[in-house]
């Protein structure tokens, strides 16, 4: 995010962000599914140092996905909250000339566990983006409002309410580039055109 923050660029609240490999990689891939209500799907729920994404399809069925250590990846988390899990922490971009005192009743657009990224440790570095970020239980949950589905291989997938839209200027980064089409980022990674509205139970187009 280019600009500069009113009370300056301190800490984790920064408005420019480098990402360097970490000395120790600290990424996350899926592994178990429980079709919930079982014990394995709460006792993966309730484990502090077991990361899951619960998706709550209704009060009575939940499936939990159990992510295991991937030493392959770093994991990178933004979001609103200055929990220990977010490693960069951002804030609303205030319209206009109005100072952040008259925007405080205004709900954010941020989430507080916002996204994560994931970047691979050796060449060629992909970095992939996915919407939600994991909590200081980590723990992800979508719940029964959010837009959910499986996929055709038998994946959950779903989109966070505030969303997490990505785009690519024309002509990459560069004085003269243009502004590129705005798709919606998935909490499996998956990209797809922005909903009706911002946090609608359909989805766009894969």
């Keep these: 995010y280019n600009g500069s923050l009113p009370n300056g660029d301190r800490g984790r609240r920064k408005s420019r962000f480098a990402l360097y490999k970490r000395p120790k990689a ?99 570095y992909t970095a992939r983006i996915y919407a939600a970020g994991f909590d200081s239980s980590k723990n992800i949950f979508l719940g029964e409002k959010a837009a959910k589905w499986k996929t055709c291989d038998g994946q959950m997938d779903g989109l966070t309410t505030n969303g997490v839209l990505v785009m690519h200027p024309r002509n990459g980064f560069m004085q003269d580039s243009k502004p590129g089409v705005w798709r919606e980022i998935s909490v499996c990674g998956n990209v797809f055109t922005l909903r009706e509205t911002r946090s609608a139970q359909q989805r766009g187009k894969m």
């Design 26 to 124: 600290n990424g996350v891939k899926p592994s178990t599914v429980h079709v919930a209500c079982s014990p394995q799907a709460a006792k993966a729920i309730s484990n502090k140092d077991q990361h899951s994404i619960s998706y709550t399809l209704s009060r009575a069925q939940t499936v939990v996905v159990e992510y295991t250590y991937d030493s392959n990846t770093d994991m990178f988390q933004i979001g609103r909250s200055t929990e220990s899990p977010i490693d960069f922490v951002v804030t609303d971009t205030v319209a206009g000339s109005q100072s952040n005192s008259d925007t405080q009743s205004v709900q954010s657009t941020i989430s507080r566990f916002a996204c994560r990224i994931m970047c691979q440790r050796t060449p060629p």
